[in-house]
Protein backbone atom coordinates (compact mmCIF):
# COMPACT_ATOMS: atom_id res chain seq x y z
CA UNK A 1 0.00 0.00 0.00
CA UNK A 2 1.44 3.14 -0.95
CA UNK A 3 2.39 5.59 2.28
CA UNK A 4 1.56 9.05 1.79
CA UNK A 5 1.68 12.25 4.04
CA UNK A 6 -0.55 15.26 4.09
CA UNK A 7 0.78 18.22 5.84
CA UNK A 8 -1.41 21.08 6.96
CA UNK A 9 -1.65 23.90 9.56
CA UNK A 10 -5.23 22.43 11.54
CA UNK A 11 -8.19 21.38 10.96
CA UNK A 12 -10.14 24.00 11.87
CA UNK A 13 -13.54 24.12 9.72
CA UNK A 14 -12.43 26.31 6.54
CA UNK A 15 -12.29 25.52 3.11
CA UNK A 16 -9.09 23.86 2.27
CA UNK A 17 -9.41 21.79 5.66
CA UNK A 18 -12.89 20.53 5.02
CA UNK A 19 -11.65 19.19 1.72
CA UNK A 20 -8.36 17.83 2.92
CA UNK A 21 -10.50 15.80 5.29
CA UNK A 22 -13.46 14.63 2.88
CA UNK A 23 -10.45 13.56 0.56
CA UNK A 24 -8.67 11.60 3.53
CA UNK A 25 -12.00 9.94 4.24
CA UNK A 26 -13.11 8.73 0.69
CA UNK A 27 -9.18 7.34 -0.23
CA UNK A 28 -7.64 6.09 2.97
CA UNK A 29 -8.30 2.40 2.17
CA UNK A 30 -6.35 2.67 -0.77
CA UNK A 31 -3.47 4.56 1.16
CA UNK A 32 -0.99 4.31 3.92
CA UNK A 33 -1.82 7.92 4.99
CA UNK A 34 0.04 9.70 7.70
CA UNK A 35 -1.51 13.55 8.62
CA UNK A 36 0.52 15.97 10.27
CA UNK A 37 -0.39 19.31 11.53
CA UNK A 38 1.39 22.02 12.58
CA UNK A 39 -1.20 22.39 15.64
CA UNK A 40 -3.13 19.54 17.16
CA UNK A 41 -6.46 21.72 16.66
CA UNK A 42 -9.98 21.97 15.10
CA UNK A 43 -13.54 20.65 15.29
CA UNK A 44 -12.63 18.55 12.07
CA UNK A 45 -9.90 16.63 14.34
CA UNK A 46 -13.19 14.44 14.92
CA UNK A 47 -13.88 13.24 11.56
CA UNK A 48 -10.59 11.91 10.77
CA UNK A 49 -10.82 8.17 10.63
CA UNK A 50 -8.69 6.15 13.54
CA UNK A 51 -6.94 4.29 10.45
CA UNK A 52 -4.93 7.74 10.25
CA UNK A 53 -1.67 8.20 11.37
CA UNK A 54 -2.27 11.58 13.16
CA UNK A 55 1.11 13.45 14.19
CA UNK A 56 1.10 17.00 15.46
CA UNK A 57 3.88 19.88 15.84
CA UNK A 58 1.76 21.75 18.68
CA UNK A 59 -0.85 21.19 21.10
CA UNK A 60 -3.76 23.05 20.54
CA UNK A 61 -5.25 24.83 24.11
CA UNK A 62 -7.64 22.56 24.25
CA UNK A 63 -5.05 19.68 24.96
CA UNK A 64 -2.48 21.71 27.39
CA UNK A 65 -2.45 21.19 30.85
CA UNK A 66 -2.53 24.71 32.83
CA UNK A 67 -1.54 27.56 31.77
CA UNK A 68 2.12 27.27 31.34
CA UNK A 69 1.49 24.25 28.64
CA UNK A 70 -0.73 26.92 27.05
CA UNK A 71 2.05 29.55 27.14
CA UNK A 72 4.47 27.06 26.14
CA UNK A 73 3.04 26.21 22.85
CA UNK A 74 1.74 29.66 21.74
CA UNK A 75 5.76 30.31 21.79
CA UNK A 76 7.20 27.33 19.69
CA UNK A 77 4.07 27.77 17.56
CA UNK A 78 5.36 31.12 16.73
CA UNK A 79 9.05 29.98 16.59
CA UNK A 80 8.09 27.54 14.16
CA UNK A 81 5.58 29.83 11.57
CA UNK A 82 8.49 31.88 11.82
CA UNK A 83 11.81 30.57 11.55
CA UNK A 84 12.35 26.76 12.23
CA UNK A 85 9.73 25.87 9.30
CA UNK A 86 12.20 26.70 6.99
CA UNK A 87 15.14 25.25 8.66
CA UNK A 88 16.48 22.02 6.85
CA UNK A 89 17.86 20.52 9.73
CA UNK A 90 14.69 21.32 12.18
CA UNK A 91 12.58 19.68 9.77
CA UNK A 92 15.10 16.78 8.94
CA UNK A 93 14.49 16.20 13.28
CA UNK A 94 10.39 16.30 12.59
CA UNK A 95 10.76 13.21 9.72
CA UNK A 96 13.22 11.55 12.48
CA UNK A 97 11.74 12.24 15.99
CA UNK A 98 7.84 12.43 15.15
CA UNK A 99 7.15 11.26 11.50
CA UNK A 100 9.59 7.99 11.97
CA UNK A 101 8.88 6.68 8.34
CA UNK A 102 9.98 7.66 5.04
CA UNK A 103 6.90 8.14 1.96
CA UNK A 104 5.88 7.46 -1.30
CA UNK A 105 4.36 10.76 -1.95
CA UNK A 106 4.27 14.19 0.01
CA UNK A 107 1.48 16.74 0.05
CA UNK A 108 1.82 19.72 1.26
CA UNK A 109 -1.79 20.97 1.03
CA UNK A 110 -1.61 24.68 2.14
CA UNK A 111 1.26 26.62 0.31
CA UNK A 112 3.01 28.64 3.74
CA UNK A 113 4.16 26.14 6.29
CA UNK A 114 3.05 23.10 4.82
CA UNK A 115 5.20 23.42 1.62
CA UNK A 116 8.08 24.69 3.29
CA UNK A 117 8.27 21.78 5.86
CA UNK A 118 8.01 19.14 2.50
CA UNK A 119 10.21 20.98 0.38
CA UNK A 120 12.74 20.32 2.83
CA UNK A 121 11.95 16.39 2.87
CA UNK A 122 14.99 14.42 4.04
CA UNK A 123 13.66 11.69 1.68
CA UNK A 124 14.59 12.65 -2.01
CA UNK A 125 12.34 9.78 -3.39
CA UNK A 126 9.40 10.58 -2.04
CA UNK A 127 7.35 12.90 -4.75
CA UNK A 128 6.25 16.19 -4.27
CA UNK A 129 2.71 17.80 -4.17
CA UNK A 130 0.97 20.74 -3.44
CA UNK A 131 -2.00 22.64 -3.87
CA UNK A 132 -2.97 26.15 -5.10
CA UNK A 133 -6.16 27.38 -2.79
CA UNK A 134 -5.24 31.01 -3.87
CA UNK A 135 -5.82 33.55 -6.62
CA UNK A 136 -1.96 34.64 -6.54
CA UNK A 137 -1.11 38.12 -8.47
CA UNK A 138 2.34 39.76 -8.60
CA UNK A 139 0.53 42.80 -6.97
CA UNK A 140 0.14 41.01 -3.56
CA UNK A 141 3.22 41.32 -2.46
CA UNK A 142 2.90 38.82 0.90
CA UNK A 143 1.54 35.89 -0.97
CA UNK A 144 3.62 36.66 -4.01
CA UNK A 145 6.39 35.91 -1.05
CA UNK A 146 4.64 32.91 -0.03
CA UNK A 147 4.24 31.48 -3.68
CA UNK A 148 7.23 32.16 -4.78
CA UNK A 149 9.49 29.49 -6.32
CA UNK A 150 7.67 26.42 -5.37
CA UNK A 151 7.16 25.64 -8.82
CA UNK A 152 10.63 24.49 -8.35
CA UNK A 153 10.46 22.21 -5.77
CA UNK A 154 7.47 20.64 -6.28
CA UNK A 155 7.04 17.43 -8.91
CA UNK A 156 2.98 18.40 -9.33
CA UNK A 157 1.15 21.49 -8.84
CA UNK A 158 -2.96 21.22 -8.25
CA UNK A 159 -4.61 24.48 -9.14
CA UNK A 160 -8.48 23.99 -7.86
CA UNK A 161 -9.96 26.42 -10.75
CA UNK A 162 -9.02 27.44 -14.14
CA UNK A 163 -9.29 30.91 -13.06
CA UNK A 164 -6.61 30.28 -10.03
CA UNK A 165 -3.99 28.24 -12.98
CA UNK A 166 -4.15 31.14 -15.68
CA UNK A 167 -3.55 33.89 -12.54
CA UNK A 168 -0.72 31.81 -10.82
CA UNK A 169 1.12 30.75 -14.74
CA UNK A 170 0.62 34.34 -15.61
CA UNK A 171 2.49 35.40 -12.24
CA UNK A 172 5.17 32.72 -12.81
CA UNK A 173 5.88 31.83 -16.12
CA UNK A 174 8.01 28.99 -16.06
CA UNK A 175 5.31 26.97 -13.84
CA UNK A 176 3.33 26.72 -17.37
CA UNK A 177 2.45 23.37 -18.07
CA UNK A 178 3.36 21.56 -14.94
CA UNK A 179 -0.12 22.88 -13.22
CA UNK A 180 -2.83 20.11 -13.07
CA UNK A 181 -6.27 21.38 -12.58
CA UNK A 182 -8.08 18.83 -9.80
CA UNK A 183 -11.19 20.97 -8.29
CA UNK A 184 -12.08 20.49 -5.02
CA UNK A 185 -13.69 17.22 -3.82
CA UNK A 186 -16.31 17.84 -1.49
CA UNK A 187 -18.90 14.61 -0.13
CA UNK A 188 -22.48 14.98 -0.88
CA UNK A 189 -23.94 12.39 0.93
CA UNK A 190 -22.24 13.87 4.01
CA UNK A 191 -23.51 17.24 3.08
CA UNK A 192 -27.24 16.16 2.52
CA UNK A 193 -27.30 13.95 5.84
CA UNK A 194 -25.84 16.46 7.81
CA UNK A 195 -28.44 19.32 6.45
CA UNK A 196 -30.71 17.13 7.81
CA UNK A 197 -29.79 16.84 11.20
CA UNK A 198 -32.17 19.00 13.62
CA UNK A 199 -30.94 22.27 15.16
CA UNK A 200 -32.21 24.75 17.74
CA UNK A 201 -32.68 27.82 15.50
CA UNK A 202 -35.00 29.08 13.04
CA UNK A 203 -34.78 32.07 10.70
CA UNK A 204 -37.52 34.98 11.14
CA UNK A 205 -40.48 34.36 9.58
CA UNK A 206 -42.09 36.59 7.93
CA UNK A 207 -38.35 38.16 6.08
CA UNK A 208 -36.30 37.16 3.99
CA UNK A 209 -33.44 35.03 5.09
CA UNK A 210 -30.16 35.03 3.47
CA UNK A 211 -26.87 33.13 4.76
CA UNK A 212 -23.32 33.39 4.27
CA UNK A 213 -20.78 30.73 5.72
CA UNK A 214 -16.83 30.77 6.17
CA UNK A 215 -13.88 32.76 8.17
CA UNK A 216 -14.37 36.25 9.17
CA UNK A 217 -11.52 37.83 7.02
CA UNK A 218 -11.22 41.06 4.83
CA UNK A 219 -10.92 38.59 2.01
CA UNK A 220 -14.69 37.34 2.89
CA UNK A 221 -16.30 41.04 2.59
CA UNK A 222 -18.27 40.53 5.55
CA UNK A 223 -18.03 44.16 6.23
CA UNK A 224 -19.54 44.84 2.41
CA UNK A 225 -23.03 42.98 4.02
CA UNK A 226 -22.94 45.34 7.21
CA UNK A 227 -22.30 48.32 4.55
CA UNK A 228 -25.84 47.23 2.61
CA UNK A 229 -27.94 45.88 5.58
CA UNK A 230 -29.71 48.97 6.46
CA UNK A 231 -31.77 49.18 2.57
CA UNK A 232 -33.01 46.00 3.79
CA UNK A 233 -33.81 46.61 7.05
CA UNK A 234 -37.44 45.83 6.27
CA UNK A 235 -37.36 42.66 4.67
CA UNK A 236 -33.99 40.88 4.83
CA UNK A 237 -31.98 39.41 7.63
CA UNK A 238 -28.50 38.85 6.65
CA UNK A 239 -26.81 35.48 8.44
CA UNK A 240 -23.11 35.08 9.06
CA UNK A 241 -21.88 31.80 10.29
CA UNK A 242 -17.81 31.85 11.13
CA UNK A 243 -14.87 33.32 13.41
CA UNK A 244 -12.05 34.93 12.45
CA UNK A 245 -9.75 38.00 12.89
CA UNK A 246 -12.27 40.50 11.63
CA UNK A 247 -14.95 39.43 14.38
CA UNK A 248 -14.78 42.61 17.27
CA UNK A 249 -14.35 44.93 14.13
CA UNK A 250 -17.78 43.28 12.38
CA UNK A 251 -19.57 43.66 15.56
CA UNK A 252 -18.18 46.87 16.35
CA UNK A 253 -19.79 48.73 12.64
CA UNK A 254 -22.95 46.50 13.18
CA UNK A 255 -23.79 48.18 16.65
CA UNK A 256 -21.80 51.52 16.15
CA UNK A 257 -24.39 51.96 12.68
CA UNK A 258 -27.11 50.32 14.79
CA UNK A 259 -27.92 47.49 12.56
CA UNK A 260 -30.22 45.35 13.40
CA UNK A 261 -30.91 42.36 10.81
CA UNK A 262 -27.26 41.37 10.72
CA UNK A 263 -26.59 38.55 12.99
CA UNK A 264 -23.36 36.92 13.42
CA UNK A 265 -24.10 33.31 14.38
CA UNK A 266 -20.38 32.67 15.13
CA UNK A 267 -19.01 29.24 14.21
CA UNK A 268 -21.16 26.05 13.50
CA UNK A 269 -19.64 23.09 13.66
CA UNK A 270 -22.83 21.76 11.22
CA UNK A 271 -23.69 24.85 8.90
CA UNK A 272 -25.53 22.89 6.39
CA UNK A 273 -29.18 23.28 8.16
CA UNK A 274 -28.78 27.16 8.07
CA UNK A 275 -27.77 26.87 4.47
CA UNK A 276 -30.90 24.49 3.93
CA UNK A 277 -33.10 26.66 6.08
CA UNK A 278 -32.13 29.83 4.09
CA UNK A 279 -34.11 31.44 1.19
CA UNK A 280 -30.50 32.04 -0.41
CA UNK A 281 -26.80 31.59 -0.43
CA UNK A 282 -24.96 35.28 -0.40
CA UNK A 283 -21.05 34.91 -1.12
CA UNK A 284 -19.21 38.86 -0.74
CA UNK A 285 -15.69 37.51 -1.06
CA UNK A 286 -13.07 39.77 -2.50
CA UNK A 287 -10.72 36.91 -2.95
CA UNK A 288 -11.35 32.94 -3.98
CA UNK A 289 -9.71 30.49 -5.29
CA UNK A 290 -12.66 27.42 -5.69
CA UNK A 291 -15.09 28.65 -2.58
CA UNK A 292 -16.08 25.36 -1.77
CA UNK A 293 -19.44 26.83 0.17
CA UNK A 294 -20.62 27.58 -3.21
CA UNK A 295 -20.51 23.77 -4.26
CA UNK A 296 -22.38 23.41 -0.87
CA UNK A 297 -24.94 25.59 -1.64
CA UNK A 298 -25.50 24.00 -4.98
CA UNK A 299 -25.81 20.63 -3.43
CA UNK A 300 -28.42 21.77 -1.08
CA UNK A 301 -29.70 23.33 -4.41
CA UNK A 302 -30.20 26.86 -2.75
CA UNK A 303 -30.88 30.27 -4.87
CA UNK A 304 -26.76 31.81 -4.62
CA UNK A 305 -26.26 35.52 -5.19
CA UNK A 306 -22.03 35.56 -5.39
CA UNK A 307 -19.13 38.22 -6.61
CA UNK A 308 -17.38 37.20 -9.77
CA UNK A 309 -14.26 36.08 -7.74
CA UNK A 310 -12.12 32.92 -9.32
CA UNK A 311 -13.46 30.03 -9.22
CA UNK A 312 -17.66 30.96 -9.12
CA UNK A 313 -18.01 31.07 -12.98
CA UNK A 314 -16.69 27.96 -13.15
CA UNK A 315 -18.78 26.07 -10.52
CA UNK A 316 -21.82 27.95 -11.29
CA UNK A 317 -21.73 27.83 -15.40
CA UNK A 318 -24.39 25.03 -15.52
CA UNK A 319 -26.63 26.01 -12.45
CA UNK A 320 -29.31 28.19 -13.13
CA UNK A 321 -30.46 29.57 -9.91
CA UNK A 322 -28.04 32.64 -9.37
CA UNK A 323 -27.23 36.55 -10.05
CA UNK A 324 -23.40 37.00 -10.17
CA UNK A 325 -22.20 40.40 -9.52
CA UNK A 326 -18.86 42.15 -10.20
CA UNK A 327 -16.51 42.09 -7.51
CA UNK A 328 -16.70 45.56 -5.87
CA UNK A 329 -17.96 46.80 -2.72
CA UNK A 330 -21.54 48.09 -3.65
CA UNK A 331 -22.22 45.23 -6.25
CA UNK A 332 -24.40 43.33 -3.46
CA UNK A 333 -27.08 45.66 -3.76
CA UNK A 334 -27.60 44.90 -7.25
CA UNK A 335 -27.80 41.17 -6.99
CA UNK A 336 -29.84 41.37 -3.90
CA UNK A 337 -32.34 43.53 -5.47
CA UNK A 338 -32.62 42.04 -8.82
CA UNK A 339 -33.42 38.33 -6.91
CA UNK A 340 -36.11 39.99 -4.98
CA UNK A 341 -37.41 41.12 -8.04
CA UNK A 342 -37.40 37.61 -9.02
CA UNK A 343 -41.34 35.57 -9.23
CA UNK A 344 -39.53 33.08 -8.00
CA UNK A 345 -36.75 32.60 -5.86
CA UNK A 346 -36.92 29.02 -5.06
CA UNK A 347 -34.08 26.42 -6.49
CA UNK A 348 -35.96 23.55 -8.54
CA UNK A 349 -32.97 21.91 -11.18
CA UNK A 350 -30.60 19.23 -9.24
CA UNK A 351 -27.21 19.81 -11.45
CA UNK A 352 -26.77 15.95 -12.31
CA UNK A 353 -23.42 17.08 -14.35
CA UNK A 354 -21.77 18.23 -10.68
CA UNK A 355 -21.85 14.84 -9.16
CA UNK A 356 -19.95 13.92 -12.08
CA UNK A 357 -17.31 15.83 -12.54
CA UNK A 358 -16.97 15.73 -8.45
CA UNK A 359 -16.19 11.79 -8.89
CA UNK A 360 -13.51 12.43 -11.54
CA UNK A 361 -11.75 14.95 -9.19
CA UNK A 362 -11.20 12.26 -6.17
CA UNK A 363 -9.95 9.60 -9.11
CA UNK A 364 -7.37 12.63 -10.36
CA UNK A 365 -6.42 12.93 -6.79
CA UNK A 366 -5.88 9.61 -6.25
CA UNK A 367 -4.16 8.92 -9.81
CA UNK A 368 -1.58 11.75 -8.82
CA UNK A 369 -0.95 10.53 -5.21
CA UNK A 370 -0.28 7.23 -6.97
CA UNK A 371 2.14 7.95 -10.27
Known amino acids: ?????????????????TVLVDIINNIYKEFDITLLLVEKRGELLEKIPKDIKLKYLTKGDKYCLNIFDKFYNKIKRSIIYRFLGKNKCYVKRIYQKILRDTYDSEVGFLVGLPTE???RSPNNLSKKITWIHADVEASD?????KYYNIYKYFDNIVGVSEASIKTFEKTFPESVGKIQLIHNYIDINKIVKKSEENIDFEYEKGRFNLVSVGRLTIEKGYDRIVNIAKKYSDKINFYIIGSGSLEEELKNQISKNNIKNVKLLGLQKNPYPYIKK?????LSSRSEAYPTVILEAMILQKYIIATKVSGV?????????KILVSNTDNSLNEGIDTWLNKKNTKMKQKNNKFEKINNENLLKTKAILND
Open 313 to 321: EEILSDYDS
Open 117 to 119: IVR
Open 141 to 145: HATYK
Open 1 to 17: MRKVLFVIGSLQIGGAE
Open 278 to 282: ADAFL
